[in-house]
């Protein structure tokens, strides 16, 4: 079975890949490398890379695409909206449209924060969505526009997502703490430290880990029922709240 990975050069993306080709899928990652942390990931499993953008690339052929590539900062959203609904919303119909084209599945990649502040726990699919970011309304715009052009499109909601390899100014708060406590700070959490978030590891087995995807019927891969709080989860201190800690501690990639 042949499987593209887009942005299978990013932090999940590299991960999804070198999973399924192990699992002896031939992996092909497509990635326009802009904000890729994850090329040697990829060449230590022997997924081949294509360096190319999703709003213009022919996707290679496949039996499978899991569409990954996006833009994933919630406080960056806010500050270039456009950019951010054309990369991830505009360009899976792109996506999801070659995928009807080909007869391919898509499994779409896409996040809590299309749920907006929770009204109950467990947040399950029929909890309401109503996002509250830039990046939450395009990653429900993605998944809806997924649905539309590609029947039987899957969306993978994820939560707060962490592991080897999470780098950069987007990195979710475990790998900030991380790199904190790995420089002998503690780590910064805004607020009194009491809120909860949902985290899951990009190891953690899912779906897309327990062999062949399956992305006919909506799966799920976290209930939004087993949180951590922030204070409990970063042992050691708290720094006095600010936007650095707002941005570490608060939002749902
Ligand atoms: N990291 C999390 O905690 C988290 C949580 C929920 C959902 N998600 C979703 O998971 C997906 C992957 O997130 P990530 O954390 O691996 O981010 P990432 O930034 O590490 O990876 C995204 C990759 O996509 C590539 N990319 C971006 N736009 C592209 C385009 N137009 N064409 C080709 N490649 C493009 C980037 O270069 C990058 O390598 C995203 O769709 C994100 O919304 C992430």
Redesign the pocket.
Known sequence: MRVVV?????????HVAAHLAERGFKVVA?????????VKRLEEAGVPLVA????S?DLPPADAVV??????SVDESWERPYEYMW??AA?TARVAKQCADRGARLIY?????VYGEPQRLPIDEGHPARPLSP?GLS?LAGEQIAQMLAPGATAL??????GPG?T?P?A?VITRFIERAKRGLPPVIYGDGTQTRDFIHVGRRGPLRRGRPRPRRRRRLQRGDRQGRLDKGARGGRDAPGRAGRRAGVR??
């Not at 909601?157 to 962490?162: I, K, S």
Request: proline letters at 2%; a positive charge.
């Open positions: 887009t942005g299978g050069a990013g932090f999940i993306g590299s497509v990635d326009n490398l802009e904000r890729a942390s994850a190319g953008d999703v709003r690339v569409h990954a590539a996006a833009y994933i990369n991830n360009a990649i896409s996040s809590a924060a990046y990653k909601r994820l939560f707060n997502v962490y999470q950069g987007y979710g749902p990639a």
